[in-house]
């Protein structure tokens, strides 16, 4: 077959009883335009968040502004982002925050800047070390000001990108001024009166592995975080996150991607289809590496969740809409939030775009939900082998930016209980299969098998023996071992 051949394909996975992360869910930054939050305008939020939105996100980030008591500079200070807040949290949802920079009087250039600049003096911005005792008082002073104006704040984190010289607002760290912070003054952090709150690790630009593994690595600072973090600017997930997320793992903590945009740099349009399908593959291969939280750089944005009304980017860029990008996420966060991810193979690949054929498997509940990823041109057969009995089904499909291929919804006919579901998986698509779990089929066969094959024996649930057994009953073998089972009429 010539490489530009296009003929349908037979795609298997093998979907295994094998669990890994559970995922906590997926979200997005709090502000537009030069990082401006919302303030007052929180229809973005409305449109987002909840389970009954039509996009599902849980996760809202804000910035915590370099200040003392969320005075000054507008709507870019602390209570700029206080109304979404407090609609997220309504709806359900988990806010957490986000330095930027601490206070310049904290800073060995005085400034919040970063310090990467000519009229900045090219002086790197780093936390003094005689003002690491009071890192955590200030992030105090936050949390007190959110929770008095109505909001709790889930969790904080140490710094945006520490190891990204800038010239806007930032702070320099290397991992191990980060172990001494976190090693000798987290136990700073009020978790007392703010019951609950979780310290999230610095957020390195690439997901370097060393910030997250640095602290994990040592017994006392492991004690203090609760969630390493990261971006994935110039390091895709199945990279620095995975290699970050096998220490995380080892020691129960949550894995967050706390930033990251695709196609971002475009000026004059929004995404067309390609590129929408390279952002789900990002959201799949984060899931992947062993994410258990998704949060996106902007809400609204052209290249985002919701329209912002220039009209340079064309006629749909309506402000306060939702744009297809949303829809794309909505596959994941309306369905993966609060599931745990399967293990999944490959039994057989016949196509040799390989990369362009994505797939994962989690399970919530009574469900398998299965995501699948085309970007061929090719429509391909998708034969999902399943580690339990399904007994029906729904395809939920996007194949295009147009409303009307967004997020389809196809029952999957399956007649009777099945280990095996054949599903179609069209060119340049997004799939979400949902699959029923049968308990009662699944029962039967999916108990351990004793190893002795001598005669088997029935009874009721109350222990009497039973002739002819049917329904729900016990199952007796020679060796004495026994086991429930289901046995049809």
């Not at 996106?296 to 912002?308: E, K, L, P, Q």
Request: glycine share 8%.
């Amino acid at each position: 077959m010539s490489a530009t051949a296009i003929h349908a394909m037979t795609h298997i996975i093998v979907v295994k009883d094998k669990h890994y992360q559970t995922v906590t869910g997926f979200g997005a930054a709090c502000c537009d335009g030069a990082m401006q939050p919302f303030g007052d305008d929180t229809q973005p939020v409305r449109l987002l968040y909840g389970p009954t939105s039509e996009i599902g996100l849980n996760i809202m980030r804000m910035e915590i502004s370099p200040s003392f008591q969320g005075d000054g500079w507008g709507n870019y200070n602390w209570h700029g982002s206080l109304p979404s807040a407090r609609v997220a949290k309504q709806r359900g949802g988990i806010v957490f925050g986000t330095p930027w920079s601490p206070p310049g009087e904290y800073k060995t250039n005085g400034t919040a800047q970063g310090g990467n600049s000519d009229s900045q003096g090219r002086k790197r911005g780093e936390l003094r070390t005689d003002c690491y005792s009071k890192f955590f008082p200030w992030l105090n002073t936050f949390l007190r000001y959110m929770r008095q104006n109505g909001v709790k704040v889930d969790a904080v984190s140490i710094q945006n990108e520490p190891d990204w010289w800038v010239d806007y607002s930032g702070c320099l760290y290397t991992p191990q001024q980060q172990l001494t912070l976190v090693k000798e003054y987290a136990d700073k952090l009020d978790r007392k009166t703010n019951k609950g709150v979780r310290l999230i690790s610095a957020e390195p630009l690439g997901f370097d592995p060393k910030y997250s593994n640095t602290l994990l690595n040592d017994p006392v600072a492991r004690e203090q975080i609760d969630i390493i973090a990261g971006h994935l600017y110039g390091h895709p997930p199945l990279g620095n996150m995975k290699s970050a997320a096998i220490l995380a793992a080892k020691y129960g903590k949550e894995v967050w991607m706390t930033e990251h945009s695709v196609s971002d740099g475009l000026k004059d349009r929004l995404p067309n289809w390609a590129e929408q399908l390279e952002f789900a593959r990002e959201l799949n291969e984060c899931m992947l590496a062993g994410c258990t939280g998704y949060i996106y750089w902007y809400m609204r944005a052209h290249w985002a969740f919701v329209g912002t009304g220039e009209t340079k980017y064309g006629t749909a860029n309506k402000k306060n809409t939702l744009l297809p990008r949303a829809y794309v996420m909505s596959h994941f966060a309306k369905h993966v939030t609060g599931s745990t991810r399967l293990d999944i193979s490959r039994a057989t690949f016949t196509t040799s775009t390989n990369s362009e054929l994505e797939s994962s498997a989690f399970i919530k509940g009574d469900s398998i939900i299965v995501m699948a990823i085309n970007s061929t041109g090719t429509n391909h057969e998708l034969k999902i082998r399943l580690p339990f009995y399904v007994k029906s089904g729904t395809h939920l499909l996007s194949t295009g930016n147009d409303k009307a291929k967004l997020c389809q919804e196809q029952p999957i006919a399956l007649g009777e209980s099945v280990k095996e579901v054949v599903a179609s998986m069209p060119a340049n698509s997004l799939s979400t299969y949902i699959l029923m779990i049968d308990k009662e089929a699944t029962a039967i066969s999916d108990l351990p098998q004793p190893e002795d094959d001598g005669p088997k024996t029935y009874y009721d649930l109350q222990g009497r023996r039973l002739d002819h057994p049917h329904g729900l009953c016990i199952e007796k073998f020679a060796d004495g071992s026994s086991r429930k089972v289901y046995i049809k009429d």
